[in-house]
């Protein structure tokens, strides 16, 4: 067996855990390569919900997903706001935290609020043995910020609820991703 990197990490993580015809979350999708991968994940009778706060995200998933379109609901809305559109059980659910990779504004970025409070809910509707996966980034400004704001949230999630894995390459230059992957351990008393 090969160690993979980081963002192959949590697609197989995900790949092991979502099953065909369930519902997902991608909480940024950017340039959509993770909702084409969970669209490819769901098959025709799953659907991916995507959110992302810029036109632009969202235009660049929608060419990229091509047929798969119909298997994906893009939302122009803040991944805070999922409880406004997603009321069922989920799957699984993709973080990919930080900027817009060629986008025109690098400074519209993932906030440390809005992420934790995404991930709460989400973490909610995850089914039990469920996972949600973060690529954290903290390179940019205010990466840190929501790098350490999110370390502390995963922290304080009870070890009964949730198994909280932390996967990073310890060398590499140039602050690579570091992902955290969380898996729900049973249900949750509301
Ligand atoms: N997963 C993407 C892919 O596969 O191409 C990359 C995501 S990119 C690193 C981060 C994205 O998060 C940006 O497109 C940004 O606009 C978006 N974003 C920032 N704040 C957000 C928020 N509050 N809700 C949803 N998306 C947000």
Do not use: C, W
Not at 8 to 20: D, F, G, H, I, R
Not at 100 to 111: C, F, M, N, Q
Not at 115 to 125: E, R, S, Y
Not at 136 to 158: C, I, K, M, P, W
């Amino acid at each position: 067996m090969k160690l993979l990197r980081v963002l192959p990490m949590a697609k197989q993580l995900l790949t092991e855990s979502v099953n065909s015809g369930e519902i997902v979350v991608d909480a940024t999708a950017g340039n959509g390569n993770d909702t084409q991968f969970l669209a490819g994940l769901v098959g025709e009778l799953g659907h991916v919900y995507a959110f992302d706060i810029q036109q632009a995200a969202l235009d660049s998933t929608a060419k990229r997903l091509g047929e798969l379109n119909s298997r994906v609901s893009l939302i122009l809305d803040s991944h805070e706001n999922v409880d406004q559109y997603v009321n069922n059980e989920i799957g699984g659910a993709m973080f990919n935290l930080g900027y817009l990779p060629h986008g025109e504004d690098l400074s519209i970025v993932t906030k440390p609020d809005s992420t934790i409070d995404a991930l709460h809910k989400l973490l909610n509707l995850l089914k039990v043995g469920g996972i949600v996966s973060i690529a954290v980034y903290d390179g940019h400004e205010g990466g840190a910020d929501e790098r350490d704001t999110l370390l502390n949230f995963v922290q304080s999630l009870h070890q009964a609820d949730f198994q909280v894995i932390k996967y990073q390459q310890l060398n590499r230059i140039n602050n690579p991703p570091f992902l955290i992957v969380i898996e729900k351990m049973r249900g949750l008393s509301q």
